[in-house]
């Protein structure tokens, strides 16, 4: 049996000494500190996390392929420093009957060493095209070390964590969030209110799909769709930032339909939930066939972001007021989402 150290897979963007990259990855030509495109580096991280879960599941299938099922969240840690390497560490820390957990640890290292993130993305191992693809059964892998064993009890905790925040969306607000709700549905019918109102904090994009974006045989790689929907995303929390929006957290990525060559995409990215400096953007991208004959919910996406100023410290953000039932529902899945972020861990 494989132990996960021996799944271990290491990547590097040498910003230190390739001028090109490091400009690349810039988000403006000026020093600035949290200078990175998170955008460009989350396309990289499902890069590597195909790649480390494709060493494992070749040993077993070789003619298997891994696809993104979700992006389960990242935890950006501290900012990047866009002049050092930046190294992504990863290991698939859990496999079930035909998917995998690949763990990434994304790090500056140096004096003092810099952890930007933690990251972890579901794999599925996949043979065969189209109609007539069908999942692999992949054996387990096996637990020695006592942080094998840890990092294999937290991935099975997030997965039962996702089932049971899916199972809250169908339940009514609690006494308390109730509360919340009817206060700002209250504020909007008083004399001179000129609050933010959520159905009018969103945007959109369209996008064709050509063969330069395939990655497997006739699909187009999922981090670039990722990147594109964290780009569009981030614009869209300008609209509620006063000052600067960076990533926090990105709290889940869905992976539903496949996308194919022609498609046409439809990006749309709102803001649903504010709580002091955090900013929650839900984002979607639908896919329309290039014969116009079907269309299909690609990707879901919700990302946490944080206003700051030039020196990185956090600055409040005006609040938002949900009008409409959908709106409700955005409103305190987002609020649950990020309150089980922060009750887990730090963000930046």
Request: glycine residues 4%.
């Amino acid at each position: 049996m494989t132990r996960p150290s021996e799944t271990s897979f290491y990547h590097t963007l040498p910003f230190s000494r390739d001028l090109s990259l490091r400009r690349r990855f810039m988000v403006v030509d000026e020093p600035l500190l949290g200078n990175l495109r998170f955008g460009l580096l989350l396309e990289v991280l499902d890069k590597v996390a195909e790649e480390c879960a494709l060493n494992y599941v070749n040993q077993f299938h070789p003619e298997a392929r891994v696809v993104t099922a979700a992006i389960d969240n990242i935890i950006v840690r501290h900012a990047a420093d866009v002049t050092r390497d930046i190294v992504c560490d990863a290991r698939i820390n859990h496999v079930g009957r035909s998917s995998v957990e690949v763990g990434i640890r994304v790090e500056q290292p140096g004096n003092p060493a810099n952890h930007v993130a933690s990251c972890y993305f579901s794999m599925v191992a996949r043979s065969g095209m189209g109609d007539d693809a069908v999942s692999m059964e992949l054996p387990p892998l096996e637990y020695t070390e006592e942080k094998e064993k840890s990092r294999f009890r937290k991935a099975v905790a997030r997965r039962e964590e996702y089932r049971q925040q899916q199972a809250l969306l169908s339940e009514p607000p609690s006494r308390d969030e109730y509360a919340v709700l009817a206060t700002l549905h209250k504020a909007q019918d008083l004399p001179g209110f000129h609050g933010l109102l959520a159905g009018r904090l969103g945007t959109d994009s369209w996008e064709r799909m050509y063969p330069e974006f395939e990655n497997v045989p006739q699909k187009i790689f999922g981090g670039y769709l990722v990147r594109r929907a964290y780009e569009l995303s981030s614009i869209c929390s300008e609209l509620v930032a006063p000052d600067r929006p960076i990533i926090a957290a990105v709290n889940r990525i869905n992976f539903f339909h496949p996308v194919r060559m022609g498609d046409k995409l439809h990006y749309t990215a709102r803001v649903v939930y504010t709580n002091g400096s955090f900013i929650c953007v839900e984002a979607n991208i639908e896919r329309i066939s290039r014969d116009r004959t079907s269309k299909a919910l690609s990707n879901s996406c919700l990302f946490t972001f944080v206003n700051v100023d030039r020196n990185l410290v956090h600055q409040s953000v005006p609040a938002v007021f949900p009008t409409t039932y959908g709106e409700d529902a955005g409103y305190l899945a987002a609020h649950r989402s990020l309150q089980t972020l922060l009750e887990h861990t730090s963000i930046i």
